[in-house]
């Protein structure tokens, strides 16, 4: 502390001597809708800043805070337009040249993913990312570009359409949005950032920081990249109790756009959603099941139960509190949140259309 002056270590208390909650409840009241459930959050937001305030942070450190506040509601306000609309992420190299067959692949990829009303989520460079965007067309393409030195510039179908276009100051918070707006995940090949992408995805998933969803690994028939990366994971990870083997499960490796697509498209013929509600782990489900498939699921999946067994539940207003999804079945167990790759495992069960209630 020897560079500070006396007056830094006293500036704490010199600033609380003002009222600063009741300020900020008065901004409050002027500011948020009456009926807002989310007043108490924002308060708590406003008072992290007063007291960052308060301690009169370093330039650098004032800087990150403002710059993520930003970049967050930005990305918010311009993402809730497509709140409705299933979306799949798109990783892979901003180099592989229009020429290539993976470019070729990537652009058939976004293709038929906007056939299908599905957007088309990638960094919005060149390459995979281009190609992808191309397939899929302006209207349903979201670019998530990020300021670079080199090399990183929004691709022609982002400059057509600018009003899907994010451009980030920092990587932790692009890709923050690459997961959480992904309904499901493409890793093409690529260099160190697709690489960086596919491990942090499947810690995410694997650990339950994110839903789970389909990552599906794209590769030309005859391909190596992926097929050696998968044989590092089962020999160095899974065979030296790195990772369980079923933690395998959260991926699958396809040779073509088409395949990519049918992967999509199983993991949700039933399959809906999930969530939390205290110690209960619920999955939506288009269709109910059967009676022996809740038994199979009892008899073969008990292990991910912390505690007793599978119970496909109605929905109710006063637990479930969400009317949108109220057409919906729903599964309910105490899942251990540890064995997500035998939950992936489930969930290709339950997608079964044999396992359904007709």
């Known amino acids: 502390m020897a560079n500070h002056t006396d007056e830094y270590l006293e500036r704490q208390y010199l600033v609380s001597s003002f009222d600063v909650a009741d300020r900020i409840d008065a901004l409050l009241e002027a500011a948020v809708p009456p009926t807002s459930p989310n007043a108490e959050l924002y308060r708590e937001m406003m008072l992290t800043v007063a007291r960052m305030a308060e301690a009169d942070r370093n330039r650098w450190d004032a800087k990150i805070m403002m710059q993520t506040l930003r970049e967050l509601e930005a990305s918010f306000d311009m993402l809730d337009r497509f709140k409705r609309r299933r979306k799949v992420t798109v990783f892979g ?12 692949q990537a652009k058939e990829l976004g293709e038929i993913l906007a056939r299908h009303n599905l957007m088309v989520i990638t960094g919005a460079g060149g390459g995979i990312m281009a190609a992808a965007h191309e397939g899929a067309g302006p209207d349903s393409s979201l670019g998530l570009n990020i300021l670079l030195p080199f090399e990183q510039g929004a691709n022609a179908t982002m400059q057509e359409r600018n009003s899907h276009l994010l451009t980030f100051h920092f990587f932790f918070l692009r890709k923050l949005f690459f997961v959480k707006e992904a309904d499901a995940l493409v890793l093409c090949p690529g260099g160190f950032g697709t690489l960086d992408e596919a491990w942090e995805v499947l810690t995410l998933v694997q650990t339950g920081k994110s839903p789970l969803v389909p990552i599906v690994l794209l590769d030309v028939e005859g391909g190596t990249y992926w097929d050696k990366c998968l044989e590092f994971m089962q020999e160095e990870m899974v065979d030296k109790g790195y990772i369980l083997p079923e933690d395998m499960e959260l991926m699958r490796l396809v040779r073509t756009p088409q395949e990519a697509g049918r992967e999509i498209a199983r993991f949700y013929a039933n399959y809906h959603s999930t969530r939390w509600y205290g110690s209960k782990f619920v999955i939506r489900t288009n269709h109910r099941l059967t009676d022996a498939a809740m038994s199979h699921l009892n008899e073969h999946f008990a292990s991910i139960c912390a505690s007793g067994d599978f119970k496909q539940v109605p929905y109710c207003s006063e637990t479930h509190k969400e009317p ?21 495992q489930l969930v290709d069960y339950i997608n079964q259309p044999e396992n359904w209630h007709n």
Not at 325 to 344: I, P, Q, S, T, Y
């Open 93 to 104: 190299s901003a180099r592989t040249e229009p020429g290539h067959p993976l470019y070729q």
């Open 324 to 344: 949108e999804f109220c057409n919906l079945h729903r599964l309910e167990f105490a899942f251990n949140a540890r064995d997500l790759g035998r939950l992936r």
